[in-house]
Antibody, heavy 122, light 106 residues
Framework: QVQLQESGPGLVKPSQTLSLTCNVSGGSISSGGYYWSWIRQHPGKGLEWIGYIYDSESTYYNPSLKSRVIISVDTSKNQFSLNLRSVTAADTAMYFC??????????????WGHGTPVTVSS | DIQMTQSPSSLSASVGDRVTITCRASQTISSYLNWYQQKPGRAPKLLIYGASILQSGVPSRFSGGGSETDFTLTISSLQPEDFATYYCQQSYITPVTFGPGTKVDI
């Protein structure tokens, strides 16, 4: 059973870099065939896709965040990370990591972490 | 970006009711439509992918339909554990986008 678990600081100061890690267990992140995603949810709001990494080095980011986002993989630790720079209060949200797979030709996120709350405040 | 809309934004229902939620895409997405259920303080859970394919382990009272731009999620007989917020998501093209959600409560 694949499990994902986010970790990182819950409080980040404005203009600094938000750094989160998603630890993957129950499967190898380098086995291929999956997209490792970050998704966030502002308080009381809907879901916003941040981006994903696949094949350990190929990435795609939401254009709305692209200039500030880097997603990377550490295969030796079986984890992937999110770095979001120059944060503002608008980046305060619950951050989820997820695994997206292709099943019967369709992509969907079948495994999610529990989420980690991040507040941007001085 | 493909914009996703859902209706209604919220609904009140009772146990045993048949409930239908609608999702519309701003352009055709074939059947690249997923439905997720989210309970307060929890991560979203995949219910249906490919517009109508039931995810393993999801009760058969959930069903999905539609294609191109108009989609539905139906719960045939609402159970107490189904009170939650439901999101549609298009996976046709990046950036992946979600609908604003439909809250189902008593």
């Amino acid at each position: 059973q694949v499990q994902l678990q986010e970790s990182g600081p819950g409080l980040v100061k404005p203009s600094q870099t938000l750094s989160l890690t998603c630890n993957v267990s129950g499967g190898s992140i380098s086995s291929g065939g999956y997209y490792w995603s970050w998704i966030r949810q502002h308080p009381g709001k809907g879901l916003e896709w941040i981006g994903y990494i696949y094949d350990s080095e190929s990435t795609y980011y939401n254009p709305s965040l692209k200039s500030r986002v880097i997603i990377s993989v550490d295969t030796s630790k079986n984890q992937f990370s999110l770095n979001l720079r120059s944060v503002t209060a608008a980046d305060t949200a619950m951050y989820f990591c997820a695994r997206e797979g292709r099943y019967r030709g369709y992509d969907s996120s079948d495994y999610w972490g529990h989420g980690t709350p991040v507040t941007v405040s001085s | 970006d493909i914009q996703m809309t859902q209706s209604p934004s919220s609904l009140s229902a009772s146990v045993g009711d048949r409930v239908t939620i609608t999702c519309r895409a701003s352009q055709t997405i074939s059947s690249y439509l997923n439905w997720y259920q989210q309970k307060p303080g929890r991560a979203p859970k995949l219910l249906i992918y490919g517009a109508s394919i039931l995810q393993s382990g999801v009760p058969s009272r959930f069903s999905g339909g539609g294609s191109e731009t108009d989609f539905t999620l139906t719960i045939s007989s609402l159970q107490p554990e189904d009170f939650a917020t439901y999101y549609c998501q298009q996976s046709y093209i990046t950036p992946v986008t979600f609908g604003p959600g439909t809250k189902v409560d008593i």
